[in-house]
């Protein structure tokens, strides 16, 4: 523990679901905590039993021309912002030849410029302070992606690009960033939150099972417990030297050093191609 602590978080889609258990970790070790939820009057089931350290503001993620308002309430709320969680996402599985825009462009506005614009919106009270904690929700599919997951998984990989290259513009300021990487959680991610969609075309008939099945065969039999999501997120901010990227449950950490192993193998396997453009002296 630092000498920070109490610490006031900002946790954004804070109704169920991983931020809802973020916030309600920050709360019971005594954090302040502001979340945004999207109920139209901005009541949170946390509320009662939190009265002096729990506000909680209606927001909807695409709506970015709300985000400095809301920020500037959290801030008026307890004075500062020690940590910044992007948890407002939503998942979408689907074909992507037959993905229309409409589909993947809504999920873009959420998961990715919704995430930079709240960034954004806090950066400079985090800068002001030379202190603050930029926590970013992207995926497994962050970093390997996965048939039917084209456009969640670009949306994911943005998050990663974005956050690798702002750590080394602002870490100089005493301001961290990193990167969680969840594997499955029983959370509702599998269910509520999961947009699917199926192409009729023969040529997708696997992929379309596994689509179709998805739901059925994930939802309620993920590794990851929810309930420990948000105290691994309280150890994290706990760190003095926290990481870039932090894969959580077995099924992420395996398949990031699966890909990563098979990446070193097919960089060695294609080196004098590589090496072959090179200017000649």
């Not at 939503?90 to 709240?118: C, Q």
Request: glycine share 8%.
């Amino acid at each position: 523990m630092t000498n920070q602590s109490p610490r006031t978080w900002l946790i954004t889609g804070a109704d169920k679901g991983l931020g809802h258990a973020t916030a309600k970790a920050a709360l019971e070790r005594g954090d302040r905590v502001i979340v945004t939820v999207l109920a139209p009057d901005g009541s949170h089931n946390l509320a009662a039993q939190y009265p002096d350290t729990l506000r909680s503001f209606h927001l909807d993620a695409r709506d970015h021309a709300r985000f400095d308002e809301v920020v500037a309430q959290a801030e008026r709320a307890f004075g500062r912002i020690d940590v910044l969680v992007n948890n407002a996402g939503y998942g979408l599985l689907a074909i992507a030849e037959s993905t229309p825009a409409d589909k993947y462009r809504n999920m873009f506005e959420i998961n990715f410029f919704g995430l930079v614009e709240m960034t954004r919106a806090v950066l400079p009270i985090m800068r002001r302070q030379r202190a603050g904690h930029i926590i970013n929700l992207s995926s497994k599919a962050g970093f390997v992606g996965s048939a039917g997951f084209a456009f969640y998984s670009a949306s994911k990989f943005a998050v990663e690009g974005y956050s690798e290259a702002l750590v080394k513009e602002i870490g100089h300021l005493g301001i961290h960033v990193t990167i969680i990487e969840p594997g499955g959680f029983r959370s509702d991610f599998a269910g509520p939150s999961l947009v699917c969609a199926t192409s009729d075309d023969a040529d997708y008939a696997k992929t379309n099972h596994m689509i179709e099945k998805y739901v059925e065969e994930r939802h309620g039999k993920q590794q990851s417990d929810p309930a420990k999501f948000g105290p691994a997120l309280c150890r994290l901010v706990d760190a003095e030297q926290p990481p870039l990227r932090l894969p959580l449950g077995i099924d992420s950490i395996q398949l990031i050093r699966d890909d990563l192993r098979s990446v070193s193998e097919e960089l060695d396997r294609w080196e004098e191609l590589t090496m072959s453009t090179m200017v000649d002296d």
